[in-house]
């Protein structure tokens, strides 16, 4: 099978990140509380932990109460698989759209990095402080979704940048409603892999557009013929990618 | 361009399904409202109307004013292309999902047919009352789907049948993380096209995938190894298909 041992996700009752994966850990806090009192994962079960980094470990609980678990490992540390090409999102921010929706999802289909943009249509404003707010919401977001989704290698959240930014980025792909490529046809394949722009729901403004293309090759991706919702749109582009991936070397 | 010509969606101001594309129509009622208090289109603009069965027409707007606007037409009626192969998507229906969300985001992308099913693990339980209530708001919001994403062929939703009912039916794909096959290889497409059926959370059991499997040759699709909700498995699955459709004939 071609994802067999990623994660013991079937035996498991639950996946935590820990900050190592000690012989012995214990898990309190906000996860210690979701596990043992809102999931009732009791002694003797088993669960899976990892340090975000992309090792995970399978534990045996030894101990549940008072919000917190004991863990005791019960094989060694394992590797999930990096798959290839990399494949990161870059999304335009809007008002409408919540961007939390997007985080989870992307973070489900196991997209590597996560880019929020804002264009020249965008409606929001950033400032520093709304910006890292917003940030630190967004990663805790995609730390719930990696534990929902057995996933043991965080993905990155970048800090918000203007789409201009992504012009000439090698690999760039625009999710395009009139995109008259191949909607079958693999893209090109950057350095750092693919990296897929979504624009707003209005669109990206045709000087963004222009400034795009000017910088460099750049891919169009179509998922059906009708206008589709920026999160859907999202959330439609990293499937098709990541339906193409393989599983790498590192 | 690969879908030139489908809809006005960028000159138009709204999309919105009336009972003919007479030379001249009024919308009231509930569009009528959403239309002119809402959306507060005026005379002058232009909206395109469809029939919901893919026949659309361009429209300009006579008179906007107490929640109804007057349309007259300025082209000939218009047809949308159908897609091939059809596209159904069989869906299990549990508690802790939203089936609205799936709903929306499968009328986004074209799907054409919406299949809900309950399997042996599902929680919820289905009587006719319940099932008809249901049906009714699952149409409403296709209907308001479609409106937003232009798209002038309504998806038809099916009643809802027990998971084993699907058993046989050619063409079925099982969205199913262990996949094997290759992820970017085409399935088979059966008479009635492509039948992806996705399980809940939980995954099926394993009588019901014999069951599927001892009745016919069943394909099976994965999109990344990680442990999508139901929710996110229905869009990944819709959109990797989606984007493998083509313009028929029709």
């Not at 979701?34 to 340090?51: F, I, K, N, P």
């Not at 557009?209 to 998922?223: C, N």
Request: charged share 25%; with cysteine; aromatic share 4%.
């Amino acid at each position: 099978m071609l994802f067999d041992g990623w994660a013991a996700d079937v035996q498991a009752a639950a996946h935590v990140f820990v900050r190592a994966l000690e012989p012995a850990v214990e898990v309190s806090g906000v996860d210690g509380h979701h596990l043992e009192r809102v999931r009732r994962v009791r002694a003797g079960e088993r669960v899976t932990a990892s340090d975000g980094a992309g090792n995970w470990r399978l534990y045996e609980v030894s101990e549940a109460a008072n919000a917190r678990i004991a863990l005791v490992a019960v094989r060694a540390v394992m590797h999930e698989p990096v798959l290839t090409p990399p494949l990161a999102v870059a999304f335009a921010l809007t008002k409408r759209e919540k961007p939390e929706v997007v985080v989870q999802k992307l973070t489900e289909l196991g997209v590597d990095r996560i880019l929020p943009v804002v264009g020249s249509r965008s409606v929001v404003q950033w400032d520093e402080r709304k910006s890292a707010a917003a940030l630190a919401r967004w990663d805790r977001v995609a730390r719930e979704a990696a534990m929902q989704c057995r996933r043991s290698r965080l993905p990155t959240i970048a800090d918000v940048v203007p789409l201009s930014a992504l012009a000439g980025t090698s690999g760039l792909i625009v999710a395009d409603r009139g995109a008259s490529e191949s909607p079958t046809g693999v893209p090109l394949v950057g350095p750092d892999g693919w990296v897929v722009l979504v624009g707003p729901e209005g669109g990206f403004s045709p000087e963004e557009l222009i400034g795009l293309d000017e910088a460099g090759p750049v891919a169009r991706l179509a998922v059906g013929p009708h206008v589709l919702r920026a999160e859907t749109a999202a959330i439609a582009a990293a499937s098709v990618l990541a339906a193409q991936r393989t599983v790498g070397d590192a």
